[in-house]
C-alpha cells in the first residue's frame, strides 16, 4: 500500500527532473523565489533600520530644543514612525500603500504620510514583487505547469490501464500523485521556512512565524488538490492545461478584483475632503483654546473660580490659559477620535467584505492571512493610527499641565511687554521629557493568530471540499 | 477449479453492445486464443476479465471468484499485456519493468530482468536506453518481458507479435509454450491465424462480438488445422 503510493510519486518526481521543461520552470522558480526573498528582505530591513533611526532623530530633535514657551513646543510637534514587524520582509502587506510616518502637533490629527524617500523607478517597479506575491500568484502557475498532465498524462499515453492492473487502485493512484505534487509543494516552501527563521532571529513572534507557513503550506494544498482534481476527470492535457489556467486567472486576478470593488460599493467611504470638511466645523465649535476668552469657556471660568473661592484669574493658583488648552485638546480630540473611528470602522468593514471573497478564492483568502499574521494588514495599520494619537494626546496634555502648572498666569498675560517678561515665559527644556519614545509593535500574536482564524477556515473547507469531491473521482477513475 | 470463466457475458462500451453471450473456460495450463478481425470484442473481453468494464449480463470468473466482487484479486492473479504495449518513454526497459513490478509488488534485481530480456532477445545494449529510441518490436519485446516477469498464475496478452519480425514471432511462440507447460493459464488475444494455430490449445473465433467458432487441438497433433480456421475467419469476414 505505503510501497505503491511511494513509488508512484517518486516516480512522478524522476519524470520531473527528467522533463526539461519541468525542470526549467522548477530551475526559473527556485531563481525567482529566491531574489525576489532577498529583494524583499533587504527592503524592509532597510525601512526598518531607517524608520527606527528617523524615529530617534525625531526625539532627540524634540528633547534638544532650547527653553520656550510650552505652547510653542505643543506647536513645534513631533515625528512618529511605523516601523516595519519583522515578517514584513516576507509580505510587506500594506506598508507600502499606506503612510508610515506622521506628524503630531496639537489640535490636530494629520494624516499618515509616506516615509521612504526612495525613487521608485530605479527599481522599474520591480519592488512590488514581494516574496508574499510570488507564492500567491505564481507558485500556483509553476504547480499547474508541472502537476496538469498528473493522471490525465497516463491516460492520453495509454498507461493509466497496465498501472491499475498491477492492483493498484484508484484511489491509491490518486494519493500518491497528490503526494507527488504536495512533495514539491513542499520543498517550494522551503525559501519561506528559511525567511521565517531569518525573521524570528529578528525578533518575529515564533508561531506567528510559523502560521504563516502553516497557511502558505495549507494554500499550495489547495492548489495541488484542485489541479489533481482537473487532471483526474478531463480527456486531455490541453483540456487540464486550459481549464487550470482559467481558474487561475479568475481566483488570482479577477475575484480580487471584484472583491475590492464590491467592498468599495457595499461601503462607501466619504472622500477625506469631505469628511475633513464636516468634522471642521465641529471643531470650530469647540475651539483650539487659543482665545481663553472665547464664550466657550466661560462655565469652565466660572467653575474654577468657584472651586478656589478667587475673583481673579490671576489669584488662582493654576494658569487659567493652559487649563483651558487642557479642556480644549480632550473635547478636540474627542471629536477628533470619533471622526477617526468611524472613518477606521468603514475602512475595517471594507476589508472584511473583500476578505470574504476567500470563499470564493483561496489566493484572497491566503492573502488576508498571511498579511494579519505578518502584522502588515490593514488593522495593524490602524493600531499605529491609534498608538499616534495617544503619543500625539499624551505630549501635547503633558505640555499643558506644565503651562498651567509651571507658567503663572500673569507673566504668561504680560509676556509681550518686553523681553524680560517674555523669558520668564519660557520653561525649562527638562520639561519636554513629557515626550513618550515611540517603538511601533504589530498586535500581539494572540490577537493576529485569531485575526488569521477565518482565512484559515476558509482554506481548510477549500481542502476539504476538494478532498471529498476528489475522493469521489478517485473512486469512480476510468481509464 | 477453472482458472477464467467467461459465462454468457454481455458488454456494452458507449451504450452499443459490443460483446453478446461470450462463453470460455480456460483450465491451468491452457493456452486460449482469440481470433477475430478488428473490433471484434478481443480487447474487451481482456479488458472485461481484468474489471475495466462492468458486464450488463453474464459473469466473469478468475480463479473462480467473480470479478465484481473482488477487482484487485483478479488483478493480481493476471498479468496482462496491453494492446500497443504502454511503457513510459522517459525510462529505460529496466526502470520499467522495475517500476511496474513493484507496483505489483515484486522486486526484482537486475539479473531476474536480464534473464527475462534475453528470453524475449532484447538487445542487451539497449536496456538502459530510454523507451523513446525503441522500435515497436522492442518495446513489444519489454512488455512481454513484463508479463512473464509478473510470476502471475494467468496471463492476457493482447496481441502481444505485433511489430515483432517472424523470428522474434517464432521466440514468442516457443516462450508461450513453455509458460504453459509451467502451469501458466494463457488467453491470447491475436488476428494472426497461422501463429494462433500453432501455440493454442483451443481457439475462439470472435466476430462482431459473437463467438461463432471454436477450435481444438486435436490431442495427437501439435497444431490446430491453419486451413479450417482460414476458412471460417474468411467466411465471416466477407459476410
Ligand atoms: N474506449 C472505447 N469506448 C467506446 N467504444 C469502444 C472503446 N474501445 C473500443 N470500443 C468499441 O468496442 C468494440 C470492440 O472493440 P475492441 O474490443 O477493442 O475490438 P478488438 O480488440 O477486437 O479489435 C468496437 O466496436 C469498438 O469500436
Ligand atoms: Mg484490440
Redesign the interface.
Given at each position: 500500500m505505503m510501497g505503491q503510493l511511494t513509488t508512484i510519486a517518486r516516480a512522478e518526481w524522476r519524470l520531473w527532473l527528467r522533463s526539461r521543461l519541468a525542470f526549467g520552470a522548477l530551475l526559473i522558480f527556485a531563481l525567482l523565489l529566491t531574489s525576489t526573498s532577498v529583494v524583499t528582505a533587504l527592503r524592509m530591513s532597510e525601512a526598518h533600520h531607517g524608520r527606527t533611526e528617523q524615529q530617534a532623530g525625531a526625539e532627540a530633535t524634540f528633547l534638544s530644543q532650547p527653553d520656550r514657551h510650552p505652547h510653542r513646543m505643543v506647536h513645534y510637534g513631533h515625528y512618529v514612525f511605523r516601523a516595519p514587524p519583522p515578517l514584513s520582509m516576507l509580505d510587506p502587506g500594506v506598508d507600502s500603500v499606506t503612510g508610515q510616518s506622521m506628524f503630531l502637533e496639537g489640535h490636530r490629527q494629520n494624516t499618515a504620510m509616506f516615509a521612504d524617500v526612495r525613487a521608485s523607478a530605479e527599481l522599474g517597479g520591480f519592488e512590488d514583487l514581494t516574496t508574499a506575491l510570488v507564492y500567491q500568484l505564481f507558485l500556483p502557475l509553476l504547480l499547474i505547469a508541472i502537476g496538469h498532465g498528473l493522471i490525465v498524462r497516463e491516460r492520453e499515453e495509454n498507461t493509466l490501464v497496465p498501472l491499475l492492473a498491477q492492483g493498484v487502485t484508484g484511489m491509491q493512484l490518486y494519493a500518491a500523485k497528490w503526494v507527488a505534487l504536495a512533495g514539491a509543494s513542499l520543498a517550494l516552501l522551503l525559501p519561506l521556512a528559511v525567511m521565517c527563521a531569518v525573521a524570528i532571529g529578528r525578533g518575529a513572534a515564533p508561531l506567528a512565524s510559523a502560521g504563516v507557513v502553516g497557511i502558505y503550506t495549507a494554500y499550495l494544498l489547495v492548489w495541488c488538490s484542485l489541479i489533481l482534481l482537473v487532471s483526474s476527470t478531463v480527456r486531455s492535457r490541453s483540456l487540464a492545461l486550459g481549464i487550470l489556467t482559467l481558474l487561475w486567472l479568475g481566483t488570482a486576478l479577477i475575484v480580487p478584483r471584484i472583491a475590492v470593488e464590491s467592498a468599495s460599493s457595499a461601503i462607501p467611504v466619504p472622500g477625506k475632503l469631505q469628511t475633513d470638511l464636516n468634522m471642521q466645523a465641529e471643531l470650530r465649535e469647540v475651539g483650539d483654546g487659543h482665545d481663553a476668552s472665547a464664550p466657550g469657556f466661560q462655565q469652565l471660568q466660572a467653575n474654577l473660580l468657584a472651586q478656589y473661592d478667587v475673583t481673579r484669574l490671576e489669584d488662582l493658583p493654576v494658569n487659567f490659559r493652559g487649563v483651558v488648552s487642557q479642556a480644549a485638546e480632550a473635547d478636540l480630540t474627542e471629536v477628533m477620535n470619533r471622526h477617526a473611528e468611524e472613518r477606521m470602522a468603514l475602512e475595517a468593514g471594507q476589508a472584511r467584505v473583500a476578505a470574504s471573497f476567500g470563499w470564493l478564492s483561496p489566493v484572497v483568502a491566503v492573502a488576508a492571512g498571511s498579511r494579519a499574521l505578518s502584522g502588515t494588514d490593514l488593522a495593524t495599520h490602524h493600531r499605529f493610527l491609534r498608538e499616534a494619537e495617544v503619543v500625539r494626546f499624551d505630549f501635547v496634555q503633558g505640555l499643558n499641565r506644565v503651562h498651567a502648572e509651571q507658567l503663572p498666569y500673569s507673566d504668561d498675560i504680560n509676556r509681550n511687554i518686553d523681553a524680560e517678561a517674555a523669558k520668564r515665559t519660557r520653561m525649562s527644556a527638562e520639561n519636554w521629557k513629557v515626550l513618550d519614545a515611540f517603538s511601533f509593535r504589530p498586535a500581539a500574536t494572540s490577537e493576529r493568530l485569531s485575526r488569521a482564524n477565518t482565512p484559515a477556515a476558509m482554506l481548510f473547507a477549500w481542502l476539504a471540499m476538494l478532498t471529498a469531491i476528489g475522493a469521489l473521482a478517485a473512486r469512480r477513475m476510468q481509464p | 477449479m477453472p482458472m477464467l470463466i467467461a459465462k454468457e457475458l454481455s458488454v456494452e462500451r458507449s451504450s452499443q453492445q459490443v460483446l453478446k453471450d461470450v462463453s470460455l473456460q480456460l483450465e491451468q495450463g491452457e493456452i486460449h486464443a482469440l481470433l477475430g478481425g478488428n473490433g471484434a470484442g478481443k480487447s474487451t473481453t481482456l479488458?472485461t476479465f481484468?474489471g475495466?468494464l462492468t458486464p450488463v449480463s453474464g459473469s466473469v470468473h478468475v480463479q473462480g471468484r467473480d470479478v465484481s466482487e473482488d477487482v484487485?484479486a483478479a488483478?493480481?492473479a493476471?498479468a496482462?499485456l496491453?494492446e500497443?504495449a504502454?511503457?513510459?518513454?522517459?525510462?529505460n526497459a529496466y526502470e520499467n519493468l522495475r517500476?511496474?513490478l513493484?507496483?505489483?509488488?515484486t522486486d526484482t534485481d537486475r539479473q531476474v530482468l536480464d534473464v527475462a530480456l534475453d528470453r524475449v532477445a532484447l538487445q542487451a545494449e539497449a536496456r538502459e536506453m530510454r523507451m523513446q529510441t525503441y522500435s515497436k518490436g522492442m518495446r513489444q519485446k519489454v512488455a512481454i518481458a513484463m508479463a512473464i516477469l509478473r510470476e502471475a498464475p494467468i496471463l492476457l496478452l493482447d496481441e502481444p507479435t505485433s511489430g515483432l519480425d517472424p523470428a522474434a514471432i517464432d521466440d514468442f511462440n516457443r516462450l508461450v509454450r513453455d509458460l504453459a507447460e509451467g502451469g501458466r493459464t494463457i488467453l491470447l488475444v491475436t488476428h494472426d491465424v497461422y501463429g494462433a494455430c500453432h501455440v493454442a490449445d483451443r481457439i475462439h473465433l470472435l466476430h462482431r462480438g459473437e463467438l461463432v467458432g471454436t477450435f481444438d487441438r486435436p490431442s495427437d497433433m501439435d497444431r490446430i488445422d491453419t486451413e479450417a480456421v482460414h476458412a471460417a475467419f474468411a467466411t465471416h469476414a466477407a459476410a
Open positions: - | 479488458l481484468l475495466f484487485g488483478r493480481r493476471i496482462y496491453p500497443g504502454t511503457l513510459y518513454a522517459h525510462l517500476y511496474f513493484s507496483l505489483a509488488g
